[in-house]
């Protein structure tokens, strides 16, 4: 009992169930194509939307790693023009002469007429004398 009976029905055979028959049979394809094409517009719109997602994510690091080094080229700029102010300065110095004999001075222990220098040693040095001598 288990097979399946086949039905011992008659069909008509007018030319309305024929009809009716290819009717039914056109809308079942016409409904498998209908299927068959949202599929694929399904899949080509989640395509689509999945790389316009992943460019829209790789534009947006690229965009924070942009931001991030604006940020460390802006911190960069305020520091050099900081150090341009600074050696700015020290021309406007280096052009008076009495700037020019004092720094010559103390960099180079020249010294005037009638003048003595003397060498002290540094306090770091003596720190360090301290600990050898006391090892």
């Known amino acids: 009992m288990s097979a399946v009976r086949k039905k011992n029905v008659a069909q008509i055979q007018t030319s309305y169930a024929k009809e009716q028959e290819v009717a039914e ?3 079942g394809r016409k409904r498998k194509r209908l299927f068959r094409r949202l599929a694929v517009f399904f899949i080509g719109a989640a395509t689509l939307s999945f790389f316009m997602i992943s460019t829209l994510v ?22 050099l023009k900081e150090k341009e102010v600074i050696l700015e300065e020290e021309i406007v ?33 003596k720190e360090e004398g301290k600990e050898q001598v006391s090892d």
Do not use: T
């Open 25 to 27: 049979i056109s809308i």
């Open 58 to 79: 790789s534009q947006s690091s690229a965009l924070e790693e942009k931001k991030a080094e604006k940020q460390k080229l802006d911190q960069e700029l305020a520091l």
């Open 93 to 125: 110095k280096l052009n008076d002469d009495e700037y020019i004999a004092k720094l010559a001075r103390k960099d180079y222990f020249l010294s005037e007429s009638n003048e003595i220098i003397f060498n002290l040693p540094s306090k770091g040095k």
